[in-house]
C-alpha cells in the first residue's frame, strides 16, 4: 500500500526567505506526482504536476523535483511571500485510474 | 479554474438518513473522482468513475455508493449518514494521465 509522508508538518519563514517542503513515498511504481496548494477552508489548487519521467518542473517561483528511484520530491519555493501562507500537499497517481494518495501536508507561514 | 461545482456547499444532517452530494464537471473530463478530507487522515479516495456507468472503489469506500449516468454529473451517495461520515468532500476531474483538479468541497455535519 503507497503511503505518503510530508516532513516538516509545520513551517514558520520570513518573508523573502527561499525553501523547501519534503514529500517521501514507500513504493516508486507511480505514474506522476502532483503538488497542491490549499488555504483554509478551501479547495486543492493544483501547483505542478511531474511525469514519472521527469526530475523537474518549474513554475514562476515554484520547482518541483522528483526522484523516483528514493522515493522523493521536494518542491522549492523562492522568495517566499506572505500569500504564500497555505497548506502544500504531495499526491502521487497510481494505478491506470491515476487514483491519488494525499501526504498530510505541511502547513506554510510566511511572516512579514 | 477548471469548470467544476459541487452542491450543496455545505449540508447539516442527522443520524440514518439518506445523503446525495453532486459534482457538476464542464470540461468533459473522462475520470470523476470523490475524496473526503479529515483531521490526521488527509485526504482519502472514496469512489472514482473512468467513464458513465463505469466506477469503482477507493480506500475508504464502505457506507457510501456513487453513480455517473452522465459524462458531467458524478453523485455520491450516503444511504444511511453516520456521524463518522461528518467531513470535508471533495471532487476532482482528470484525464489520465495528466493532473487532477479539485472542486470547491461540500462540508457535511452528521449529527
Known amino acids: 500500500k503507497q503511503e505518503v509522508t510530508q516532513i516538516p508538518a509545520a513551517l514558520s519563514v520570513p518573508e523573502g526567505e527561499n525553501l523547501v517542503l519534503n514529500c517521501s513515498f514507500t513504493?516508486?511504481?507511480?505514474?506522476?506526482l502532483q503538488w497542491f496548494r490549499q488555504d483554509p477552508g478551501k479547495g486543492l489548487t493544483s501547483l505542478l504536476l511531474?511525469?514519472?519521467?521527469?526530475r523537474e518542473q518549474t513554475s514562476g517561483r515554484l520547482n518541483a523535483s522528483l526522484d523516483k528511484s528514493s522515493g522523493r520530491s521536494t518542491l522549492y519555493i523562492a522568495a517566499s511571500q506572505p500569500g504564500d501562507s497555505a497548506t502544500y500537499l504531495c499526491?502521487?497517481?497510481?494505478?491506470?485510474?491515476?487514483?491519488?494518495?494525499f501526504g498530510t501536508g505541511t502547513r506554510l507561514q510566511v511572516t512579514l | 479554474d477548471a469548470g467544476i461545482t459541487q452542491s450543496p456547499r455545505h449540508k447539516v444532517t442527522e443520524t440514518g438518513t439518506p445523503v446525495t452530494l453532486r459534482c457538476h464537471q464542464t470540461?468533459?473530463?473522462?475520470?470523476m473522482y470523490w475524496y473526503r478530507q479529515d483531521p490526521g487522515h488527509g485526504l482519502r479516495l472514496i469512489h472514482y468513475?473512468?467513464?458513465?456507468?463505469?466506477?469503482d472503489k477507493g480506500e475508504v469506500s464502505d457506507g457510501y455508493s456513487v453513480s455517473r449516468s452522465k459524462t458531467e454529473d458524478f453523485l455520491l451517495t450516503l444511504e444511511s449518514a453516520t456521524s463518522s461520515q461528518t467531513s470535508v468532500y471533495f471532487c476532482?476531474?482528470?484525464?489520465?494521465?495528466?493532473?487532477?483538479?479539485f472542486g470547491p468541497g461540500t462540508r457535511l455535519t452528521v449529527l
Open positions: 476532482a476531474i482528470s484525464e489520465v494521465p495528466h493532473e487532477q483538479f
Open positions: 513504493d516508486s511504481a507511480i505514474y506522476n
Open positions: 511531474i511525469q514519472s519521467s521527469q
Open positions: 499526491a502521487v497517481h497510481t494505478g491506470t485510474a491515476s487514483k491519488l494518495t
Open positions: 470540461e468533459n473530463h473522462r475520470y
Open positions: 468513475s473512468y467513464g458513465v456507468k463505469d466506477t
